[in-house]
Nanobody, 118 residues
């Protein structure tokens, strides 16, 4: 029902920051507002891992490797979720995926590359 489009990725230096955005282009507001939104990432040779999730009410959860550095937020009025990434490290290099979920519904964005260089 929803189509997720990520933006804001790219190349950044070690210690720098990036802000990823994910916008649902199809879900209506009343539907989007009830999604659990999340960011996941997958580096070459690795499994997909949780980065962060945010509930419809703003409750958040983070993967251990990004705690204290990344912040997830959402703007239901814009049908968007964001990931502020600070103090980036080379090990953060991965394809980042936006996900929406509710019950057995699950939708993924196409993924966006984040590359951290030193």
């Amino acid at each position: 029902q929803g189509q997720l489009v990520e933006s804001g990725g790219g190349l950044v230096q070690l210690g720098g920051s990036l802000r990823l955005s994910c916008k649902s282009s199809r879900a209506i507001l009343s539907v989007f507002s009830n999604y659990v939104m999340g960011w996941y990432r997958q580096a070459p040779g690795n499994q997909r891992e949780l980065v962060a999730t945010i509930s419809p009410y703003g409750n958040t959860d983070y993967g251990d490797s990004v705690k204290g550095r990344f912040t997830i937020s959402r703007d239901n009025g814009k049908k968007s979720v964001y990931l502020q990434m600070n103090n980036l490290k080379p090990e953060d290099t991965a394809v980042y995926y936006c996900k929406s979920s509710a019950g057995n519904y699950e939708n993924w964005g196409q993924g966006i590359q984040v590359t951290v260089v030193s």
